[in-house]
C-alpha cells in the first residue's frame, strides 16, 4: 500500500503549457513558434541563458517532450549524458543543455551535432536549442562551439516575482491534484529558495510526505517533514 500511496504523486512531464512565462514570456513564445504545426521551423539557434532555477531545463524538456507527441526525434545532450550518441539524420532539432558545463568530450560532441545539423548534406537544416547559466561570450567552452553558441537568437531568462512564483506553485500543485494553502505557500516562498528547481524538488518531496502520513498539506505538516530528514 505505501509503494501505491508513493506513485500516485508522480511529477507530471515538463510542458510548454505548464511554463509560466512571466518575464520570459517572449523566450516561451519564439520557443512555441519554432515548433508550432507539428515540424521545426527555424533553422536558426537558439540559446537560452540565465541563472539556476530560471526555467531554462523545463523549456527544452517541454520542447523534446512536444516533438514526441508530434512524431517527431531529438538529439539530447546535458551534462550528464556520459556518450552522446552520433548524429542521427532523422533528427528535427538537437537540444543541449547546461552548456557551461560540458566535458571535453561533450564540447566535442555537441560542436559536431551542431555542424550536421546546418550542413545541407544531411538534408534541411535543424533547429538547434541550447542553454547554459552565462551568456555566450563568457562559456568556458571551445572557440568555435562558443562562437556557434552566440550565432542566433538569445535569450536571457530572468527570476520570477513572488506573485509569479506563487501562481507556479499553485499551477503545478493543481496539476498534481495537490491542495495548497495560503500559508503553505506563504512558508514555502518565505524559507526557501527562490530558485523554481528547488522549489519544485520541495513540493515534490512535501507531497510524498502527505501521502505516507495521509495527512492534508498543512505548515505543521512541512515543518514535520523537515524535523525528519
Not at 534541411?124 to 552565462?134: E, M, N, S, T, Y
Not at 563568457?138 to 509569479?164: A, N, Y
Request: net charge neutral; hydrophobic share 45%; charged share 20%.
Amino acid at each position: 500500500m505505501k509503494q501505491l500511496a508513493l506513485d500516485i504523486g508522480l511529477a507530471p512531464v515538463p510542458t510548454l503549457e505548464a511554463f509560466f512565462g512571466g518575464p520570459n514570456a517572449a523566450a516561451l513564445q519564439h520557443v512555441r513558434m519554432a515548433i508550432a504545426g507539428g515540424s521545426v521551423r527555424s533553422p536558426v539557434p537558439t540559446y537560452l541563458w540565465g541563472e539556476s532555477g530560471t526555467g531554462k531545463s523545463h523549456l527544452l524538456r517541454a520542447v523534446r517532450e512536444a516533438l514526441r507527441e508530434q512524431g517527431a526525434s531529438c538529439g539530447w545532450c546535458d551534462a550528464g549524458t556520459q556518450r552522446p550518441p552520433a548524429f542521427d539524420d532523422h533528427w528535427s532539432a538537437v537540444l543541449l543543455d547546461d552548456v557551461h558545463l560540458y566535458s571535453t568530450q561533450q564540447q566535442a560532441q555537441a560542436f559536431n551535432w551542431f555542424v550536421n545539423a546546418l550542413s545541407p548534406a544531411h538534408g534541411a537544416p535543424r533547429w538547434v536549442l541550447a542553454a547554459g547559466q552565462l551568456p555566450p561570450a563568457d562559456l568556458p567552452l571551445r572557440d568555435d562551439l562558443r562562437t556557434r553558441l552566440g550565432w542566433g537568437h538569445i535569450f536571457q531568462l530572468q527570476w520570477l516575482d513572488e506573485t509569479e512564483r506563487r501562481a507556479v506553485l499553485r499551477q503545478h500543485a493543481d496539476a498534481r491534484g495537490i491542495f495548497l494553502g495560503d500559508e503553505v505557500i506563504a512558508f514555502m516562498l518565505s524559507r526557501f529558495s527562490r530558485d523554481l528547481g528547488s522549489l519544485m524538488q520541495l513540493l515534490d518531496r512535501l507531497d510524498r510526505h502527505a501521502l505516507r502520513k495521509q495527512r492534508a498539506i498543512t505548515v505543521p505538516l512541512l515543518k514535520d517533514m523537515l524535523g525528519s530528514e
